[in-house]
């Protein structure tokens, strides 16, 4: 193993914990509002990518579909709330599980239906499958843009929550929605802000994926979703920074365990779940440390 | 009232038998299908239901059963022929039983697995149990694809023998059912739906949660790994796709529909899922409506599913029985 093979793999991994980062960051803040992994996200996800080939395969400019990618997939998440959680908000959790499974089931079998099973090609544009030889390394554009992308999403993730009005009431959410609603504050509303958020993040995390692994088809939305969400009780569900270093480390252990042990590769899909039953043993906080009951992003 | 319960078993080993020896092969062949899905969805439901611990790991277990029944009715001959891709392993060759031995085998392999499982998993609740039991069963389908020398990969098993009739399925269904409801009305059962209801109360009445719930979970696998015996022998081939979530879902279905906690509505919903499945078989398939023709569409009869699990648990939570048993109608009219 030479350096330059170490340095491939370091960049692919972070551009893999990237994506796993981004839509790990959706699972955080609704389960840190609503106490509820949203187990339709990764269709979200999926939504997204599909959304953005669809508009860029008929002619629309990358750009313009990715902004229709993303605000298809925040109308998704937010129908998704209104129609399945909103009406269940009192309800036992097993009610919300449920229903939040046979909505990913729906959208996963709806695409299904609309556009086939088939696996299709994502052509995304020359200056992002570019490639880059800097001494020696191979690094193709995706792998420099999705990193820097992620990080400016997460710091206006981070600004939002934290210095904006808005942010403030999904943070005092996160703690007492009753008392929370006594205040003046729209709880539906600010759910709903959650939602298109977490949506937004995870359409865009989806057109990455769909960019370095130029291939998408319904079911994408499953393994890549229950990664993420592996990723963000790794790092401490509840915390956005914890949903980051989760996603990371999720993406690197994936990278070089199956380019130093290739043997193992077969069984990449599984190490987010042997992660997932360690950090549950071991530490069921997460890297982040945060309670469960009482997460504070 | 015993007289209700006896009347209804009689009637239904008359009907197994009748349909055994009567029904054409389609109609027997469904009735297969409710009968196995049935045992699994009745098994799925002592853990969901009435334990309520929301789990989705039944593919997983079911998948073990399918494998092990099939490796072990097996003969080696055509073991040595069909494993394309490696020799299989010693164990797999000597592995060698008649179909109930199998069977039993099955069931207690997912039981054993089930209680190693138990130990990570009942360390968290609620979500967390539905999204590690989840990635169990999408660990197991991994681990089908790439262990080559125990399950031939991806290629899967192929001629399995073909023992499980209507006899086989109907009266295993039979006894899971008898089974489910004594353990049910057990001071188990009660201690399961103590856990259920108030996990932190059950604990401080002295219920040891961790172990009602394993034993709720273990017995829970044991039935799903006969159950994925006999769909292995009904099938004859079995490969590790089949055992998607897919599966899960179906499951999931009958409970909620049938009924969280109640055992004879989980049986009618088993009736009607796979026999709405097959009814709405023509929903795949081309359709001419009013000269336009829709074209072929796999897949429509699952977005009308999921539709009806959501309106379920939107607008009747409970399912048809709610968490009552048939007989306690009865009893209430009385």
């Known amino acids: ?297 | 009232m015993k007289i209700v319960k006896l009347s209804i078993l009689v009637i239904t080993i008359l009907f197994i038998w009748f349909a055994q020896n009567h029904f054409d092969p389609y109609a027997v062949s469904i009735l297969n299908n409710i009968a196995i899905f049935a045992i699994l969805a009745l098994s799925y439901n002592l853990i969901n239901g009435v334990a309520g611990q929301f789990s989705l790991e039944p593919n997983g277990f079911v998948a073990i059963g399918a494998y092990v029944a099939a490796l072990f009715t097996l003969p080696s001959a055509t073991k040595l022929d069909m494993f394309a891709l490696e020799d299989p392993a010693p164990l797999v060759l000597a592995m060698h039983a008649s179909f109930l031995p199998a069977l039993i085998m099955s069931g207690v392999v997912a039981a054993v697995l089930a209680f190693i499982l138990s130990i990570p998993v009942f360390r968290v609740r609620g979500d967390y149990l539905a999204i590690v039991t989840l990635g169990f069963g999408f660990i197991i389908r991994i681990f089908a694809m790439n262990s080559p020398t125990y399950t031939n990969g991806a290629l899967g098993l192929n001629d399995i023998p073909s023992t499980a009739n209507l006899y086989w399925t109907g009266f295993i269904m039979v006894i899971t059912f008898i089974v489910m409801l004594n353990v049910i009305y057990s001071k188990y059962g009660r201690a399961m739906k103590a856990v259920r209801d108030d996990e932190d109360a059950a604990t401080a009445m002295g219920i040891n949660t961790f172990w009602i719930k394993t034993y709720a979970f273990m017995t829970s696998a044991f039935f799903e790994g006969v159950g994925g015996g006999l769909m292995a022998s009904m099938l004859t081939t079995i490969a590790p796709d089949q055992f998607s979530f897919l599966l899960t879902f179906q499951l999931l279905i009958i409970i909620v529909l049938g009924g969280l906690g109640s055992m004879s509505g989980t049986v009618i919903g088993a009736v009607l899922v796979m026999g709405g499945t097959e009814w709405l078989r023509f929903l795949d398939q081309n359709m001419d409506i009013f000269g336009y023709n829709t074209g072929a569409h796999p897949g429509l009869r699952m977005v009308v599913f999921s539709i009806l699990l959501v309106v379920m648990m939107l607008f009747a939570r409970r399912g048809i029985m709610g968490n009552k048993e048939l007989t306690d109608i009865f009893r209430r009219g009385k």
Not at chain 1, 41 to 65: N, R, T, W
Not at chain 1, 246 to 253: A, E, P, R, S
Not at chain 1, 257 to 273: C, I, R, S
């Open chain 1, 1 to 297: 193993m030479d350096i330059l093979t170490f340095m491939q793999q370091m960049i692919n991994g972070i551009s893999l914990g990237s994506m796993y980062a981004l839509i790990a960051i959706g699972y955080t803040l609704v389960y840190g509002v609503l106490r509820l992994i949203n187990f339709a996200h990764g269709d979200i996800m999926m939504v997204g990518a599909f959304v953005a080939y669809i508009a860029h395969s008929s002619g629309v400019p990358f750009e313009l579909a990715v902004i229709l990618a993303i605000v298809s997939a925040m109308i998704t998440g937010i129908l998704t709330d209104k129609i399945a959680y909103k009406p269940l908000r009192d309800a036992p959790k097993i009610s919300l599980l449920i229903t939040a499974i046979g909505i990913s089931f729906f959208l996963e079998n709806l695409f299904n239906v609309l556009f086939g099973g088939v696996p299709r090609a994502f052509a995304a544009p020359d200056y992002l499958t570019s490639i880059i030889h800097f001494k020696g390394i191979v690094i193709p554009m995706t792998v420099i843009i999705i990193p820097v992308v992620t990080l400016v999403l997460l710091f206006i993730t981070l600004w939002i929550l934290n210095k904006t009005k808005y942010g403030m009431a999904i943070r005092s959410l996160a703690f007492d929605i009753p008392t929370v609603k006594l205040m003046g504050i729209n709880a539906d509303f600010i759910i709903m802000l959650v939602f298109a958020m977490g949506s937004a993040l995870a359409a865009i995390g989806g057109i990455f994926y769909a960019v370095s692994y130029p291939s998408i088809d319904p079911l994408m939305g499953i393994i890549v979703g229950l990664k993420a969400f592996a990723a963000a009780v790794l790092g401490g569900i509840g915390s956005v920074a914890g949903a980051v270093i989760g996603g990371f480390i999720l993406g690197f252990t994936e990278i070089v365990v199956v380019a130093f042990m290739p043997e193992l590769g077969g069984y990449k899909d599984a190490f987010a779940f042997i992660f997932l039953i360690l950090v549950l043993l071991f530490r069921p906080t997460g890297i982040m440390g945060q309670d469960l009951e009482r997460s504070r992003f």
